[in-house]
């Protein structure tokens, strides 16, 4: 694995860490209104990333199929989507709107629920940016070295919520700083290893391409579904958090078009 791929693998991972560190800074729990404008971003970022940098690259893909072109794109993203339900059903978790899913499990506290909702839903997003190296490295003329780093980069811009929505309600309930930060920041580590292992399988990805970044892209918008568009639609401000939600969108739009 060459250095330009390690580095791209661990770009969202200091998006995390840099949303976690918002600790250090906090003097009182994170306002319901910046929630939902950091939400509102992180959704439009991931809409924009699924679309651009994954859904686009597997219809090009399988431009060969012709008419029937859509077959790889509407079976992987079905599959993504799919997927997620299913953890989201078997695993125990609290969504950011503190609502118990998932099958419950006495003993597991609510904080524990929040950061392993969080870890599992970062999964999709490191095999995201893993397929799309992994593409780049076989060399696919629809992916190239900068959409695969701008991908990346749109993915650590939406990490950094999730950083403070780990860390935050852990700070609120008594926990020292340091370890709310370190909570925070091991909630990402997923998602470099997902890239790594999802490269590592390059011989397999590769032939299925297609397949996998519609599959990656259909868990990355059961996310903003199932998670991110419920925060920033609850209550009150929900025009910060649809403002913020284009906001979001068109930034990984520039990104993803300038850089590819």
């Known amino acids: ?16 860490t840099l949303g976690a560190g918002i600790v250090f800074v906090m003097k009182e729990e994170m306002s319901a209104q910046l929630r939902k404008i950091l939400t509102g971003f ?5 809409i924009a990333a699924s679309f651009w940098s994954l859904l686009e690259p597997s219809l ?6 012709g008419r029937f072109s859509f077959i790889p794109a509407a079976v992987g993203f079905l599959a993504g ?24 499990r006495k003993g597991m506290s609510h904080n524990a629920k929040l950061f392993l909702a969080v870890t599992i839903h970062n999964i999709p997003e ?29 993915i650590a811009i939406q990490n950094f919520p999730e950083g ?3 860390s935050a309600p852990l700070l609120a309930s008594g926990m020292s700083k340091g370890k709310t930060f370190l909570y925070g920041f091991l909630s990402g580590v997923v998602e470099p290893i997902a890239a790594i292992l999802t490269i590592g399988a390059t011989a397999l990805v590769v032939p299925v391409l297609p ?12 996310v903003v579904i199932e998670e991110l568009i419920p925060e920033m639609a ?8 649809t403002i913020s939600f284009a906001l979001g969108f068109v930034t990984m739009m520039i990104l993803d078009v300038a850089l590819g």
Do not use: C
């Open 164 to 166: 403070g929505v780990v």
């Open 42 to 46: 992180a959704g439009g970022v991931m």
């Open 211 to 222: 397949y996998f970044l519609a599959f990656a892209a259909g868990a990355m918008i059961y």
């Open 126 to 154: 490191g095999m995201a940016a893993g397929v799309v190296f992994a593409g780049w490295m076989s060399g696919k003329a629809s992916i190239s070295i900068t959409s695969a780093l701008a991908l990346s980069i749109g």
């Open 60 to 65: 090009e893909e399988a431009s060969h199929l």
């Open 234 to 241: 609850e209550g009150p401000h929900t025009n910060s958090g």
């Open 81 to 104: 989507i799919a997927f997620l339900l299913v953890i989201d059903v078997v695993t125990p978790h609290v969504h950011i709107n503190n609502q118990d899913e998932g099958i419950k």
């Open 1 to 16: 694995m060459n250095l330009q791929v390690l580095f791209g693998v661990m770009i969202p991972l200091i998006g995390t």
